[in-house]
């Protein structure tokens, strides 16, 4: 019986351990005001090791692309899409069914989102990103929340 619950035990512990895969990515955000009177909001990541992660324009039968949300503010006027700053690597993978070609970054990419405030007041620009990761083993999704103050 003792040598039943060990086991048990043991692989509980395995489980939970592979369970919680630590996110490869660190982000940063940033808001630059331009000389037109607008800003910049600039999604920094820097990626860990073999990781890479998928470009906003992805192809159907792909992988998730990377999607960047904004939070309502009715003070703020959210400009086209962000733009993607970063070495692209375009490549034919045949790993998600019919082979596609896929865009992603390694090491790091930007992404960055004009916006116009629309009166002459301190506000915060907030949102989500939701990206997938993959490396030659493993794919996995996330999701940041930001909060990024205007002034």
């Known amino acids: 019986m003792k040598k039943t619950g060990i086991t048990f035990f043991l692989i509980f512990i395995t489980a939970v351990s592979f369970g919680q895969l630590v996110d490869p990515v660190s982000w940063s955000y940033k808001a630059i005001k331009t000389p037109a009177g607008k800003y910049d909001l600039v999604m920094s990541a820097v990626i860990e090791g073999s990781w890479h992660i998928y470009s906003q324009y992805t192809v159907k039968g792909g992988p998730s692309g990377t999607s960047?949300?904004?939070?309502?503010?009715?003070?703020?006027?959210?400009?086209?899409?962000?733009?993607?700053?970063?070495?692209?690597?375009?490549?034919?993978?045949?790993?998600?069914?019919?082979?596609?070609?896929?865009?992603?970054?390694?090491?790091?990419?930007?992404?960055?989102?004009?916006?116009?405030?629309?009166?002459?007041?301190?506000t915060n620009i907030s949102g989500t990103i939701d990206y997938m990761l993959c490396n030659d083993r493993l794919c996995a999704g996330y999701k940041k929340s930001f909060d990024v103050s205007l002034d």
């Open 68 to 122: 960047i949300r904004f939070s309502p503010n009715p003070l703020i006027a959210v400009i086209g899409k962000p733009k993607e700053v970063g070495n692209i690597v375009k490549i034919r993978e045949g790993i998600f069914g019919e082979p596609v070609t896929v865009s992603y970054f390694n090491e790091k990419v930007k992404f960055v989102q004009s916006i116009a405030v629309k009166t002459n007041v301190k």
